[in-house]
């Protein structure tokens, strides 16, 4: 379409001149203007860039120099109102109709965007598929579609909405009209799920780095939570930060804690009233509050660029909604800090939660993404290294900067060990996944072995050395380190990547972390020990692991001090 394309270069300087009137800006930022010209371009465009990396200009600008209206559909009514009010206070006309617009409003803003006097109008996914706002939106000069927000149509991803999977309509329904989709959620399976079931017809895909080299990333023992809190703050009294919990109980007493000691802390989660809530986040914004502690409600679109630091009081439950929730630090560029506080026990607690009343089939995928959650708080590498590999992306060098880099833990040669887990997965097709490797690995009989014809396999029994427990931990420091990867959508199994074979084939060696049984790394209380060793005499490893971590679980109350 080289017409268009002449078009949309000649836009491009308005599209300039768009973003210095109602926006102060004077540069487009490495991708935006890609990406805008191809919007402008009217080519279905997919728009893939972390958390703070000006996803939102990509399409309001197209809209601001386009004739006709950009419907723009929106998850959260907080987060239309909040991106309503900024676009309104550059000057730009804007709207949102939803569930909280009445009537006689909506109707108002129906007639203006009739009459060409609206750029942009935001929708929740409902309300823009009811036949009402369908034929509605027929009457009207449309210039793009912008979804926003855009992994809630996946059901690998971690917000999924049902609504979003119905938007594959738009489609049908305007043919000419483009479509962006916009992310922060970068994974293989999410973009896959965008594409076709947004329809959307060869798109452009950006996918903009999603290194925060600013974050340094920490990882921290779980014991004296609160101490360690406190600890922390007293020592960066003037660094305003986000600490999240995972339930409203907590945010509450935690936030309660920190006021005892003099801390001027706020909390925010969806149990309070949107009144409580939006005077919560404006004290945080306006700096009379220097800490927020808040469920995983809080954060979704909200603008404050000096957060400087972002503490996990629990594990999150997978890697993308921990780098979305870290990702609200240091968006102006300047040094921040994101803290995790890990305890094996916390694993425990949170797979139960994520397995609870869900199909089978998501629980699986709930417990794996919680898997390499935990991987990542039990890393022997550089973190930051391995939160890149899980968004593909590969770091040349360690990042010097996280806590590993800083302070390594004991590595030995792990090359062979990775050579014969590698090997056994290439003779066996790559089908196998991290379980099953294992099992074929120790040499064991088991249903699954035997039906695949594993044990016919050169390199079956060849670890049969080790316990499962070490073998896990070591099949996971492989994954971190890239190695392979799973594939979700093909029964979990293990593929190999590029780094894998130049393992495989010894042209890289591998070091790996020593593994550290919980109990050692834990100091364990006499119930556990007890408990491990009753189960020890009679079950398999997993169920000693069970009972071992059904009494961690017990420690967990008192260890996160609520
Ligand atoms: P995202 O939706 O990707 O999380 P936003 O669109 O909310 O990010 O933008 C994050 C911040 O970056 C906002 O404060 C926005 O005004 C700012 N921003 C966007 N583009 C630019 C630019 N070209 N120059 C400077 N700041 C920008
Ligand atoms: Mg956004």
């Known amino acids: 379409m080289p017409d268009t394309l002449t078009a949309a270069a000649e836009l491009l300087p308005a599209a300039r001149r768009a973003l210095k009137r109602y926006y102060g800006y004077d540069n487009f930022r490495p991708m935006q203007a890609d990406i805008?010209?191809?919007?402008?371009?009217?080519?279905?465009?997919?728009?893939?860039?972390?958390?703070?990396?000006?996803?939102?200009?990509?399409?309001?600008?197209?809209?601001?120099?386009?004739?006709?209206?950009?419907?723009?559909?929106s998850p959260l009514i907080a987060l239309m109102k909040d991106q309503v009010e900024a676009l309104k206070g550059n000057g730009i006309a804007a709207a949102f109709i939803n569930s909280s617009v009445g009537t006689s409003e909506a109707n108002d803003i129906a007639r203006a965007a009739v009459s060409g006097h609206l750029k942009l109008l935001y929708v929740s996914p409902e309300k823009l598929l009811s036949d009402g706002f369908m034929q509605f939106l027929g009457r009207v000069n449309i210039s793009l579609f912008a979804i926003?927000?855009?992994?809630?149509?996946?059901?690998?991803?971690?917000?999924?909405?049902?609504?979003?999977?119905?938007?594959?309509?738009?489609?049908?329904?305007?043919?000419?009209?483009?479509?962006?989709?916009?992310?922060?959620?970068?994974?293989?399976?999410?973009?896959?799920d965008i594409i076709t079931q947004l329809n959307l017809h060869e798109p452009k895909v950006f996918l903009s780095s999603f290194d925060r080299p600013n974050i340094n990333l920490i990882v921290r023992p779980g014991q004296d939570r609160?101490?360690?809190?406190?600890?922390?703050?007293?020592?960066?009294?003037?660094?305003?930060?986000?600490?999240?919990?995972?339930?409203?109980?907590?945010?509450?007493?935690?936030?309660?804690?920190?006021?005892?000691?003099?801390?001027?802390?706020?909390?925010?989660?969806?149990?309070?009233?949107?009144?409580?809530?939006s005077k919560a986040q404006e004290a945080f914004l306006q700096d009379d509050v220097q800490v927020i502690v808040a469920t995983i409600a809080f954060g979704m679109g909200i603008d404050k660029?000096?957060?400087?630091?972002?503490?996990?009081?629990?594990?999150?439950?997978?890697?993308e909604g921990y780098y979305q929730e870290i990702g609200r630090a240091g968006r102006d560029g300047a040094p921040s800090t994101a803290i995790l506080f890990y305890s094996f026990a916390d694993v425990m607690q949170m797979r139960e939660m994520v397995t609870k009343d869900v199909p089978a089939r998501?629980?699986?995928?709930?417990?794996?993404?919680?898997?390499?959650?935990?991987?990542?708080?039990?890393?022997?590498?550089?973190?930051?290294?391995?939160?890149?590999?899980?968004?593909?992306?590969?770091?040349?060098?360690?990042?010097?900067?996280?806590?590993?880099?800083?302070n390594p833990p004991t590595t030995f040669d792990g090359t062979l060990l990775a050579q014969k887990a590698l090997s056994a997965v290439t003779r066996a097709r790559e089908r196998l996944s991290v379980t099953l490797l294992i099992d074929v690995l120790r040499g064991m009989r088991n249903q699954a072995v035997i039906a695949g014809g594993y044990d016919q396999i050169k390199t079956y029994g060849a670890g049969a050395d080790l316990p499962y427990l070490d073998w896990y931990s070591y099949v996971h420091q492989m994954l971190n380190d890239g190695l392979?990867?799973?594939?979700?959508?093909?029964?979990?199994?293990?593929?190999?990547?590029?780094?894998?074979?130049?393992?495989l084939k010894g042209e890289l060696p591998l070091l790996l972390k020593k593994f550290q049984p919980a109990e050692k790394a834990e100091k364990p209380t006499r119930a556990s020990r007890k408990a491990a060793t009753e189960a020890a005499a009679t079950g398999s490893p997993e169920a000693r692991l069970f009972e071992h971590l059904r009494q961690l679980r017990k420690q967990l109350a008192d260890e996160q001090g609520v």
Request: contains cysteine; aromatic residues 8%; charged residues 20%.
């Open 484 to 503: 392979f990867y799973i594939a979700y959508e093909e029964g979990y199994a293990l593929k190999i990547t590029p780094r894998g074979h130049e393992v």
């Open 305 to 319: 660029s000096n957060v400087r630091w972002v503490m996990h009081y629990n594990l999150p439950k997978n890697i």
């Open 362 to 406: 998501q629980a699986q995928l709930n417990t794996a993404k919680l898997e390499r959650m935990q991987q990542f708080a039990e890393a022997a590498s550089c973190r930051r290294k391995i939160l890149l590999h899980y968004f593909s992306e590969t770091l040349a060098h360690d990042c010097g900067n996280c806590d590993i880099c800083r």
């Open 36 to 73: 805008i010209q191809s919007v402008l371009a009217g080519q279905d465009t997919v728009v893939l860039m972390p958390t703070g990396g000006g996803k939102s200009v990509c399409f309001q600008v197209p809209a601001v120099v386009s004739e006709g209206l950009c419907v723009v559909v």
């Open 226 to 277: 609160v101490g360690s809190v406190v600890e922390y703050i007293t020592r960066h009294p003037q660094d305003p930060g986000i600490i999240y919990c995972l339930s409203r109980k907590t945010c509450e007493t935690i936030s309660q804690k920190l006021q005892q000691k003099g801390i001027k802390a706020a909390h925010y989660h969806a149990g309070l009233t949107p009144n409580q809530r």
């Open 148 to 192: 926003d927000e855009a992994h809630c149509i996946s059901s690998w991803g971690h917000d999924f909405r049902p609504e979003y999977t119905k938007l594959g309509a738009l489609r049908t329904q305007f043919p000419n009209t483009p479509i962006v989709a916009l992310t922060a959620t970068a994974d293989r399976l999410t973009k896959r």
